[in-house]
């Protein structure tokens, strides 16, 4: 029988630590929708969509109600459009027509995001891929949830390098487009190495060909959860300390695997799997940074960081795989910096540098993630970052991704205001000695050895 | 069996176990266990019930329950019984 204590922290922990599902994200193949007319291929879009994310949000509801969790957002994945408009998009306008489409078939079931503007160009872009990343910037401007991402590398395929020069361009253009907003359009974009094909979080949800025709896989939060169990441990040594997480994130990933079960049950679409990230929001106490704190950092980014860091994330999987069935996405401690108070408070205060987030991002999913830049940082200093990022990803063999926002308009000092979920955020200094003739180079670097590891 | 779990939170006064007793067998919900603690003049009630003989649905009743809680000056939840199992047994 349950005891009135377990019950009380439960409910303690979704009252005043934030503990919440971050998403449901409902993953739908749009491989049977192909069409070469692009009014038949975008309808079949829209009533596919329609037809079975019908009830994702009033599930998702019941859930929250019965269960007493809140569930922050609902979502939907799809196949990367660059593959479903290949036959029927001869020009980057026509793919905008499908940002629309995917918008309006968001609108209509009420979801908060959709993703899987995305092309996958780890070795090289066909005329279709390039036409969908060409088109990325007008596709996040004029629409309001959808979410866009590129696949720029893999640990077997090594960096495309044309791809990452190109994505820097259209990261400035988005930024441009969006300049009334504080570049908001940036917030909605990824660039991954090693996408998973199963991620539940945006901007980087996308349903990857692997997977079956529908799929909902669910993404858990809960840092203030994990702050508060260490503050019940302060000053004990690591074994105590690991062994809290690990416990903490077991309960925090059961709720997830509950939630994901029974949406699947109610909704009669297969359960894939449970991303065991811990997600931060703006919300005071929801910080990964206050964790570090907690743990005896100064500052989010003092010396110490990077191995707080990667005992969290390793603590965080362990707990969390027992805690579920099935286990994929991204799967880490998230470390966005304008999504979390703690974060951008290091920031101001100067402990916490692009540098030492690259450092960080070795670590732990995922990478550089709502990180705002001058917006007259040059574009192939942009690519430049991404290429880092990626090398990072492609060598360890774990995804990494660049969520970056140079805001037009603004300089370091300035603060940028996204809202919600995305927070805001301080602009932060970006070294400015140039990379231009190494990005512009052709090609692409090769993949790395997987031998003679060092 | 529908198990479902009562939590009462917020400051002692006389009644309260009362009030939601009474609306609770108006209704057909079962009580199978209850227990109580008071801790910095707080009230902490838990209930085990179960819903399954209650011609209203959950909704009805969370909403209701929570309508009693304004009434007194306390929280009153209405929860499924599966979050807190699946969080704390293996």
């Known amino acids: 029988m349950l005891d009135i204590r377990e019950v009380l922290e439960t409910n303690e922990m979704i009252e005043k630590e934030n503990l919440d599902v971050r998403t449901i994200t409902l993953g739908i193949s749009l491989l049977d929708c192909i069409d070469s007319d692009l009014d038949k291929l975008n309808e079949n879009i829209y009533n596919k969509i329609t037809t079975l994310a019908e009830n994702l949000v009033s599930t998702g509801k019941d859930i929250e109600k019965e269960f007493g969790i809140p569930i922050v957002n609902k979502r939907i994945s799809v196949t990367p459009i660059a593959l479903i408009g290949a036959a029927a998009c001869k020009t980057p306008d026509d793919f905008v027509t499908i940002a629309k489409t995917l918008d309006d078939a968001a609108k209509k079931v009420g979801i908060n995001f959709i993703g899987g503007y995305s092309a996958l160009v780890s070795k090289g872009m066909t005329k279709a891929d390039e036409n969908l990343i060409r088109s990325i910037p007008k596709a996040l401007s004029v629409t309001d949830m959808v979410c866009s991402s590129v696949n720029l590398g893999s640990t077997k395929t090594g960096l495309d390098m044309d791809a990452i020069r190109l994505m820097g361009e259209m990261v400035h253009e988005a930024a441009y487009l969006t300049k009334e907003n504080d570049s908001i359009g940036c917030a909605k974009l990824v660039v991954f190495c090693n996408a998973p094909d199963d991620n539940p979080f945006m901007a980087g949800a996308f349903h990857g060909v692997t997977e079956a025709d529908a799929i909902i896989n669910v993404g858990v939060s809960g840092p203030g959860v994990v702050k508060k169990a260490l503050e019940t441990i302060h000053g004990e040594d690591f074994e105590v300390l690991c062994e809290t997480i690990k416990k903490t994130a077991f309960k925090i990933t059961r709720v997830g695997q509950l939630v994901a079960k029974e949406a699947s049950e109610r909704l009669g679409i297969p359960f894939g799997i449970i991303d065991l990230s811990l997600a931060p929001t703006p919300a005071v106490g929801d910080s990964i940074a206050d964790i570090f704190e907690e743990m005896g950092l100064e500052r989010a980014g003092a010396p110490g960081t990077t191995a707080a860091l990667a005992m969290l994330n390793d603590q965080v999987k362990k707990g969390g795989v027992m805690a579920s069935s099935y286990v994929g996405g991204l799967s880490g401690a998230f470390i966005p910096v304008s999504e979390d108070q703690g974060m951008i408070r290091a920031v101001n205060d100067g402990a916490l540098t692009i540098e030492k987030l690259e450092a960080m991002t070795c670590v732990c999913s995922v990478g550089l993630d709502m990180i705002a830049i001058p917006g007259d940082t040059p574009a192939t200093t942009i690519s430049g970052i991404i290429a880092d990022e990626m090398a990072i990803g492609m060598v360890n063999q774990k995804t990494t991704a660049v969520r970056i926002i140079p805001v037009i308009g603004k300089d370091v000092g300035d603060t940028v205001e996204f809202g919600g979920l995305l927070g805001y955020a301080p602009v932060m200094k970006v070294n400015s000695f140039g990379c231009a003739d190494f990005i512009n180079r052709k090609g692409r670097i090769p993949a790395p050895i997987h031998s003679f590891k060092n | ?90």
């Open chain 2, 1 to 90: 069996m529908k198990k479902t779990i009562i939590t009462v939170v917020g400051k002692d006064s006389v009644g309260i176990i009362a009030k939601v007793c009474t609306y609770l067998a108006e209704n057909q919900v079962n009580i199978l266990d209850i227990s109580q603690t008071i801790t910095g003049g707080y009230f902490n009630m838990m209930m085990i019930t179960d819903i399954s003989g209650s011609s209203k649905k959950f909704d009805e009743l969370s909403d209701e329950l929570d309508g009693i809680g304004e009434e007194i000056g306390v929280v009153i939840k209405l929860q499924r019984e599966e979050i807190f199992v699946k969080m704390h047994r293996i």
